[in-house]
Every structure is written in structure tokens, then in C-alpha cells.
């Protein structure tokens, strides 16, 4: 029996070292890898922000389109295995028809929105098609590095992530603080989609031009002439684009609008036949007063608040100044402290004199201190103390407001007043939001808050609801949901329904030297307190807090059925 020696492993020879050249094309993969990283996350940050200012909905908007483009890059991933023997060429291809349609998209999306109320599923095949492109990128990329050189599969892998995750981080925060404050949304993303255009034809037809035949060269030549085209002549006509569009969400010609870091700004005038003028300011589409009848709200946010001590007043929001010129109609009112998030909100209230002429330039008043700030950040760093503070936020129904309208938030309302002082806030439409309404009102007892509700009506608004509350000295803030503080108060029969102050909230009453109002007097306002009986308190509504933002529930739910 003979016995033959088994063949041996040939020895692992060690990787030749990288070339001049092979080193610059493997940079150039890296760089490209880099690039389209960046541009892939600029795109879903531009479907989130653009969702958010058109819908409001930030949470649910980014949810919307990182769980689909995340799902898509898998099916992107999958989908580039057959064209993996064509890696080159068909890198090209898809770099191309992403940086079209991701250019493009916020445009297209403004559009489905503004013309053709088919915003979401156009964002939903949008962020579906992206994704798939942005999927098919890595494997590509991942056969063009190894035919540079031939390395193990988790260097490979580790060279190409490391520069698809910083790409990311820069794409991630050149959004936000570069392309949005220079460019804005619809320029800023067809500017991203002509430097992903030109990261992926330049990186085929110079490291990989010998991979291409004469055809294909010629075809992605002419695609590379096409799209760019698109996008340079898209960017040209953006702004025209965005008047036109903008102008197709109001009904009324719009005479102001920009975009701030903060929300949408608009502003529309337009005159009747009479002559008479209408200026309305919108925040993200959402009306914040129409010029014919402000007044009606405005007063009857003030005045009931300003029934008692009344020397330093706080408002929190109402950048327009308005609310604020109904505080200042009170000669004994030494200090009134505005404190609003947007300072183009501020400085349009100021400067405007459609908005100036409105508030009485309020601005100018040297009893006024007007601070561009969060106010929840605020409060929680105030130390002083107010005898009245009204808070004329925008509605709870997107992520950004409904801590505006927290046990947390009302707490620090709380002890921002002085003893004996009144808050009063806007809370929405007890007809057409009641949970929304009367939930606002549990959250505000849950902090220590005796409220009475009240309401007006309103042509351009439809019946409004605001909530005047003082605090019961020495009681401790809670923000427990339990118990039955949702169902208390003591209902007062009166003329036409029923009242329904909480026990120790504040007589709902206008000031014995209150100035000559237009919409607003005892009799009105007796009955704006009264509530039929399908109106009364929805009883089980739990108090909205930071970490369980109910309000936020309730709000989306009725405002959206509206």
C-alpha cells in the first residue's frame, strides 16, 4: 500500500503594495462613495423638512420617509445584484436618475401638494424610488473598489462604510445650517442632485472610462447633458416656481413670504370691493388672523386676563404684536414681556406696515421687551414673576407645539405668576377639536391650574375657545394622571347652558376701566362661559405631558376630520 503525500495549500502571499495609480483610483471610489452618501441623506432630510412644513407633522413625516427609503435601500440592494457584471456603467446610470429625481423631488412634492392635493402618495413613491437608487449604490461601489485591488471582504467593507457614514454626517449637517439657510429647500435640493450627478459620471469616466464602450459612453454623455440641463434649468426658474406654487395654497395674492429656520412665513392682502383690506398671517399654512375680525379674538384673549393686578405682563407667542396691543391699552401696565420662537416673526411685526399699522406699532412702545426665544427654554430659566401671562401659541398638532401645551409647560407658567395673577390660553376649537379643548383644560389643572372655559365666534375661525385660570396658593403641581380631575368643577346654571369654572378659578370678568371694546362686553362675555350640553367637559381625557403627548393625539385627529 503506497501512501501519497496530500498536496499542500499553496502559501498566502502577501498583497502587493497599492500602485500611485491604484491608490488615486481607490480614493477616487472613496470620495465618490463620500459624496453620494452626503447627497442620499440630504434627500431624506429634504422629504422630512418639506413634509413638516407642509403637513406639520414632524414625527410622523420623518417616520414615513426613513422607514421606506430604509426598506427600499434593501430592495435597492437586492435589486443591483444582476448588475454587478456592468458595475461601472450602471453606476453611472443610477447616479444619474437619482440626482434627477432626488433634485427634483421637493419640487415635484410642492407641487403635488399645491396643484394636485396628492402629497402623500407622491411622498410615498418618492421616498420609495430613492431609496431603491440609494440601495443599488454600495454593492456597485463595493465591485468597482475590488477591481482596483482585490482585498478582504471586511477591510472592503470597512473602508467603504467609514466613508458612506461620514458622508452621511456631513450631508447631515450641511442640511440644516448650510444648503437650508443659503438656498433653501427646492434650490438647496436641485444644487445636491447637480453634485451627486457630477460625483458619479466623473468617478466613471475617469477611473473606470476603459470599462465603457464607445456606446455607452456616448449614451451617458448625452444623459449626463439631459439631466443636468433639467436640474440647471430647474434651479434657474425655482423661485419663480415657488411664487407660483405658494401662491396656489392662498386664496388671497400673497404680499410677504419667506421660509425661516423655523416655519413657513406668509402673508396675504386682498381688497373688497368696498375698499376694505384684508391682511391674514399664515405659519405653515395655518391662519394666524385675518385683519377683518382679529379683534374679536384679540380681545377677548386680553381683556378677561387683565381684571386684577396687572403691572408686568407676560405673552408668550403672539409675535404679531396684537395681543400685545390690546396689553398696552392699559396706561398702569409698567412692563409687558413678549417672548416668541421666530425673530422674522418679530421683525415682521415690526417693519411691515400692513402688520405695523395693525398692532399699533406695539414694538416701539418702551414698555415692551420683545425676546426671539423658545418658550419653553425660556421659562425654565426666568426668575421673575408676572401678574398676568397670556399664551397665544400656534394649535397643538404637530410634534414641535404640543410641548407648548404639557403639565411640564403650564407648570412653569405657574410659577412664572405672581400671587393673585391670571393666565389665560388660546385652546383651539371646542366645536370643531373638543377633545383638543377640553384637554388642554385637564392639562392646566394637572398643574395646579383652576380654570374656567370660555368662547367666542369668529367669521374667519368659526367658534374659538380659550381657558382663564389662576392657582390655589400653596397647592403643589402634580402631574399624575389619576384621579378624576378631568370631571370636576362646579357647573353654574346661566342663560342658554351651563358655566363651568373649576372651584377657585378666577370670576371670567372685564376690567371696571377696561378701554372701549369693539366685539367684547359683560352680556358677550357671560356668555362666551356657557356651554350647551353637548358642548360640556369630555369627561377621561388624560393631561398631555412631555413624555405621553396626548394632546398631540387628540388635535391631529379632529383638526385633520375638519
Same mark, same amino acid.
Given at each position: 500500500m503506497s501512501v501519497t503525500a496530500e498536496p499542500t495549500a499553496d502559501p498566502v502571499e502577501p498583497a502587493d503594495p497599492v500602485k500611485p495609480r491604484g491608490r488615486i483610483a481607490r480614493t477616487a471610489v472613496l470620495v465618490a462613495v463620500f459624496i453620494c452618501a452626503a447627497c442620499g441623506l440630504v434627500y431624506e432630510l429634504a422629504l422630512v423638512a418639506l413634509g413638516s412644513y407642509l403637513i406639520g407633522d414632524t414625527v410622523g413625516q420623518a417616520?414615513?420617509?426613513?422607514?421606506?427609503?430604509?426598506?427600499?435601500?434593501?430592495?435597492?440592494?437586492?435589486?443591483?445584484?444582476?448588475?454587478?457584471?456592468? #458595475?461601472?456603467?450602471?453606476?453611472?446610470g443610477i447616479e444619474l436618475l437619482l440626482a434627477l429625481l432626488g433634485g427634483i423631488s421637493v419640487l415635484g412634492l410642492y407641487a403635488a401638494f399645491a396643484w394636485l392635493s396628492l402629497y402623500m402618495p407622491a411622498l410615498i413613491a418618492t421616498a420609495l424610488v430613492l431609496g431603491v437608487l440609494i440601495g443599488a449604490e454600495i454593492p456597485l461601489l463595493m465591485v468597482l473598489l475590488q477591481r482596483i485591488?482585490?482585498?478582504?471582504?471586511?477591510?472592503?467593507? #470597512?473602508?467603504?462604510?467609514? /466613508?458612506?457614514?461620514?458622508g452621511g454626517l456631513v450631508g447631515g449637517l450641511a442640511f440644516p445650517f448650510l444648503l437650508l439657510p443659503l438656498f433653501g429647500q427646492v434650490q438647496g435640493a436641485l444644487l445636491v442632485g447637480m453634485v451627486n450627478a457630477a460625483a458619479g459620471i466623473g468617478l466613471v469616466l475617469t477611473v473606470f472610462r476603459r470599462e465603457l464602450s464607445k456606446r455607452a459612453t456616448l449614451l451617458l454623455t448625452g444623459a449626463t447633458v439631459l439631466v443636468g440641463g433639467v436640474l440647471v434649468s430647474a434651479y434657474a426658474f425655482a423661485d419663480d416656481f415657488e411664487v407660483t406654487a405658494?401662491?396656489?395654497?392662498? /386664496?388671497?395674492?400673497?404680499?410677504?413670504?419667506?421660509?425661516?429656520?423655523?416655519?413657513?412665513?406668509? =402673508?396675504?392682502?386682498?381688497?373688497?370691493?368696498?375698499?376694505?383690506?384684508? $391682511?391674514? =398671517?399664515?405659519?405653515?399654512?395655518?391662519?394666524?388672523?385675518?385683519?377683518?375680525?382679529?379683534?374679536?379674538?384679540?380681545?377677548?384673549?386680553?381683556?378677561?386676563?387683565?381684571?386684577?393686578?396687572?403691572?408686568?405682563?407676560l405673552v408668550l407667542g403672539g409675535g404679531d404684536g396684537l395681543a400685545l396691543r390690546e396689553v398696552l391699552r392699559y396706561p398702569d401696565v409698567r412692563e409687558a414681556t413678549l417672548v416668541d420662537l421666530d425673530p422674522a416673526v418679530l421683525e415682521l411685526a415690526r417693519t411691515d406696515p400692513r402688520v405695523s399699522?395693525?398692532?399699533?406699532?406695539?414694538?416701539?412702545?418702551?414698555?415692551?421687551? #420683545?425676546?426671539?426665544?423658545?418658550?419653553?427654554?425660556?421659562?425654565?430659566?426666568?426668575?421673575?414673576?408676572?401678574?398676568?401671562?397670556?399664551?397665544?401659541?400656534?394649535?397643538?398638532?404637530?410634534?414641535?407645539?404640543?410641548?407648548?401645551?404639557?403639565?411640564?409647560?403650564?407648570?412653569?407658567?405657574?410659577?412664572?405668576?405672581?400671587?393673585?395673577?391670571?393666565?389665560?390660553?388660546?385652546?383651539?376649537?371646542?366645536?370643531?377639536?373638543?377633545?383638543?379643548?377640553?384637554?388642554?383644560?385637564?392639562?392646566?389643572?394637572?398643574?395646579?391650574?383652576? $380654570?374656567?372655559?370660555?368662547?367666542?365666534a369668529m367669521p374667519s375661525f368659526g367658534e374659538w375657545g380659550f381657558h382663564l385660570a389662576g392657582a390655589t396658593p400653596g397647592s403643589a403641581v402634580s402631574i399624575e394622571i389619576a384621579g378624576d380631575h378631568t370631571t370636576a368643577g362646579h357647573p353654574v346654571a346661566s342663560s342658554g347652558g351651563t358655566s363651568l369654572a373649576s372651584p377657585g378659578a378666577p370670576s371670567l370678568r372685564l376690567p371696571a376701566d377696561a378701554p372701549p371694546l369693539r366685539s367684547l362686553d359683560a352680556a358677550t362675555l357671560q356668555a362666551a362661559a356657557t356651554f350647551s350640553p353637548d358642548r360640556a367637559r369630555i369627561p377621561g381625557l388624560e393631561p398631555s405631558t412631555l413624555m405621553r403627548p396626548t394632546i398631540l393625539q387628540y388635535a391631529q385627529g379632529e383638526w385633520a376630520n375638519y
Open positions: 417616520s414615513i420617509v426613513l422607514s421606506l427609503m430604509v426598506f427600499a435601500m434593501g430592495v435597492g440592494a437586492l435589486a443591483a445584484k444582476p448588475l454587478q457584471r456592468w #458595475a461601472a456603467p450602471a453606476f453611472a485591488r482585490r482585498q478582504d471582504a471586511g477591510s472592503a467593507v #470597512a473602508d467603504l462604510f467609514a /466613508a458612506d457614514y461620514v405658494r401662491q396656489a395654497l392662498y /386664496a388671497d395674492p400673497v404680499v410677504h413670504s419667506e421660509r425661516t429656520p423655523y416655519q413657513d412665513v406668509v =402673508l396675504t392682502e386682498s381688497v373688497s370691493l368696498n375698499g376694505n383690506s384684508d $391682511t391674514r =398671517l399664515y405659519l405653515n399654512g395655518d391662519l394666524q388672523f385675518s385683519s377683518m375680525d382679529e379683534y374679536r379674538y384679540h380681545e377677548a384673549l386680553v381683556h378677561p386676563a387683565m381684571a386684577g393686578p396687572r403691572e408686568r405682563v399699522t395693525l398692532n399699533k406699532d406695539a414694538f416701539a412702545d418702551p414698555r415692551v421687551r #420683545a425676546i426671539a426665544a423658545d418658550a419653553f427654554s425660556w421659562l425654565r430659566d426666568n426668575r421673575e414673576r408676572y401678574d398676568v401671562v397670556l399664551v397665544d401659541m400656534p394649535d397643538a398638532d404637530s410634534t414641535a407645539t404640543a410641548k407648548l401645551y404639557s403639565t411640564e409647560f403650564y407648570g412653569l407658567v405657574r410659577q412664572a405668576m405672581s400671587d393673585n395673577a391670571r393666565v389665560v390660553v388660546q385652546a383651539g376649537s371646542p366645536f370643531f377639536a373638543p377633545k383638543a379643548f377640553w384637554c388642554i383644560e385637564s392639562t392646566m389643572r394637572s398643574a395646579g391650574l383652576n $380654570t374656567v372655559p370660555y368662547q367666542i
